[in-house]
């Protein structure tokens, strides 16, 4: 594993358990899908998973948190720099549902067809 993908790995690991504790009593669910730093390490963009509620809102206010959630991963992993961190929506999911759907209903167009 390159040093890169270990730090994606850890920063993923560690925004996941801030982002858990900011979110907890929140509605909706959050989700770090992946992390992709910069070669100098200085940057990240962070994709992020929303489940049961406003995707705009939730990335919004991870955006606003961001020196916060920068902080406290400062104080949870041993890096000479923290990097600047991006959040960016992950429509990956919602992409797949919609596919989802719509492959069932082709399959029942198709049933109500052949009867």
Excluded: C
């Excluded at 996941?16 to 770090?32: P, Q, R």
């Excluded at 489940?51 to 991870?62: S, V, Y």
């Excluded at 606003?64 to 990956?92: C, E, G, N, V």
Aim: charged content about 30%; aromatic content about 6%; overall charge neutral.
């Amino acid at each position: 594993m390159s040093r890169i993908e270990q730090v994606n790995s850890t920063l993923q690991t560690e925004i996941s358990k801030i982002v858990g504790v900011f979110e907890s009593n929140k509605e909706g669910l959050v989700t770090i899908t992946g992390v992709e730093t910069s070669e100098d390490l200085k940057n990240a963009t962070i994709w992020v998973s929303v489940i049961g509620a406003d995707a705009e809102a939730k990335i919004n206010e991870l955006r606003k948190y961001s020196s916060k959630i920068r902080h406290q991963l400062h104080a949870r992993i041993k890096m000479r720099y923290i990097p600047y961190l991006t959040f960016r929506w992950d429509k990956s999911g919602e992409q797949a549902a919609r596919i989802e759907q719509l492959l069932h209903q082709i399959e029942s167009d198709r049933n109500k067809l052949d009867q």
